[in-house]
C-alpha cells in the first residue's frame, strides 16, 4: 500500500532554475537514506505506487516552434524496468489545463519544486515561467502547480497568480516546498526579482488554487 511522504522529506528545490537553464536532471531516489547521509534525500511519487519517480526540466525547449518557450518531463518509476523514457509525460504550457500559451523566451519549468501541495497522496510539482510576459507586464512571471494523480501529471494544473505585480518581475524565479511551520501541510516559497519572498501555506485546493493562507 502506498504511503503518503512526509512532506519534510522533501527536497527545497531552490536552485532548480539553474539546473533547467542547463537541462539538468531533478532525480530522487527511491530508496532511504543512510544515517552516515548529511540530509534525507526526497522522493517524488507522482502517481502514488509508491516508486521513485524523476523530473528532467527543459526550460530551453522549443514548442510549436517558439525558441526557449520551455517544457518538463515526468519520468516514472518501475519495479521491473526502474526509470525509462517509455513511461514518462511531456508538459508545457500548451498542455491541460496549465495557464497561459507556449511562447517565445518563457522559459516554463525554469524553476520547480514538488511536494503534495494538496494532500491527496500524490505529489504535485510547482513549475514557473519566470519570463512570461503577462499583459503588457514584460518578464513578470507566471507560476502554476501540476497535480499528481493515478496517472502521474496529466496536465490538470491550477495557476498561482502574481499577488504584487508593480512590485517585481520575475514571479516565480526561484521556489522551495516544504513544511515551514510544522503543521503537517506542504508549503511553497516563491521568490521573484525582489528580496521579498511569498510563502503559500499548505491545504491548496486542486479545484481552485487556493492556498490555505499567505505571508511575506
Given at each position: 500500500?502506498h504511503?503518503?511522504?512526509?512532506?519534510?522529506?522533501?527536497?527545497?528545490?531552490?536552485?532548480?532554475?539553474?539546473?533547467?537553464?542547463?537541462?539538468?536532471?531533478?532525480?530522487?531516489?527511491?530508496?532511504?537514506?543512510?544515517?552516515?547521509?548529511?540530509?534525507?534525500?526526497?522522493?517524488?511519487?507522482?502517481?502514488?505506487?509508491?516508486?521513485?519517480?524523476?523530473?528532467?526540466?527543459?526550460?530551453?525547449?522549443?514548442?510549436?516552434?517558439?525558441?526557449?518557450?520551455?517544457q518538463?518531463?515526468?519520468?516514472?518509476?518501475?519495479?521491473?524496468?526502474?526509470?525509462?523514457?517509455?513511461?514518462?509525460?511531456v508538459?508545457?504550457?500548451?498542455?491541460?489545463?496549465?495557464?497561459?500559451?507556449?511562447?517565445?523566451?518563457?522559459?516554463?519549468?525554469?524553476?520547480?519544486?514538488?511536494?503534495?501541495?494538496?494532500?491527496?497522496?500524490?505529489?504535485d510539482?510547482?513549475?514557473?515561467?519566470?519570463?512570461?510576459?503577462?499583459?503588457?507586464?514584460?518578464?513578470?512571471?507566471?507560476?502554476?502547480?501540476?497535480?499528481?494523480?493515478?496517472s502521474?501529471?496529466?496536465?490538470?494544473?491550477s495557476?498561482?497568480?502574481?499577488?504584487?505585480?508593480s512590485?517585481?518581475?520575475?514571479?516565480?524565479?526561484?521556489?522551495?516546498?516544504?513544511?515551514?511551520?510544522g503543521?503537517?501541510?506542504?508549503?511553497?516559497?516563491v521568490?521573484?526579482?525582489?528580496?521579498?519572498?511569498?510563502?503559500?501555506?499548505g491545504?491548496?485546493?486542486?479545484?481552485?488554487?487556493?492556498?490555505?493562507?499567505?505571508?511575506?
Amino acid at each position: 500500500m502506498h504511503q503518503k511522504h512526509h512532506p519534510h522529506l522533501r527536497l527545497a528545490l531552490a536552485t532548480a532554475a539553474a539546473a533547467a537553464l542547463t537541462g539538468g536532471l531533478l532525480t530522487v531516489s527511491a530508496t532511504t537514506a543512510t544515517a552516515a547521509d548529511s540530509f534525507r534525500v526526497a522522493k517524488a511519487d507522482f502517481n502514488g505506487d509508491g516508486i521513485g519517480d524523476v523530473l528532467a526540466t527543459a526550460a530551453g525547449a522549443s514548442v510549436s516552434g517558439h525558441a526557449n518557450a520551455g517544457q518538463v518531463v515526468a519520468l516514472y518509476g518501475s519495479t521491473t524496468t526502474g526509470v525509462t523514457s517509455a513511461k514518462r509525460t511531456v508538459l508545457s504550457q500548451n498542455s491541460g489545463t496549465v495557464p497561459g500559451n507556449a511562447e517565445s523566451g518563457d522559459l516554463f519549468g525554469g524553476a520547480t519544486a514538488y511536494a503534495d501541495f494538496n494532500g491527496d497522496g500524490y505529489d504535485d510539482l510547482a513549475v514557473a515561467s519566470p519570463y512570461e510576459k503577462v499583459g503588457t507586464d514584460t518578464d513578470g512571471g507566471a507560476l502554476a502547480i501540476l497535480w499528481g494523480s493515478a496517472s502521474g501529471l496529466t496536465g490538470k494544473a491550477s495557476d498561482v497568480p502574481d499577488p504584487a505585480v508593480s512590485s517585481h518581475d520575475n514571479w516565480g524565479l526561484s521556489l522551495a516546498a516544504g513544511d515551514f511551520d510544522g503543521d503537517g501541510k506542504a508549503d511553497l516559497a516563491v521568490g521573484n526579482s525582489s528580496a521579498t519572498l511569498y510563502v503559500y501555506k499548505g491545504g491548496f485546493s486542486s479545484s481552485t488554487g487556493q492556498s490555505g493562507g499567505r505571508y511575506t
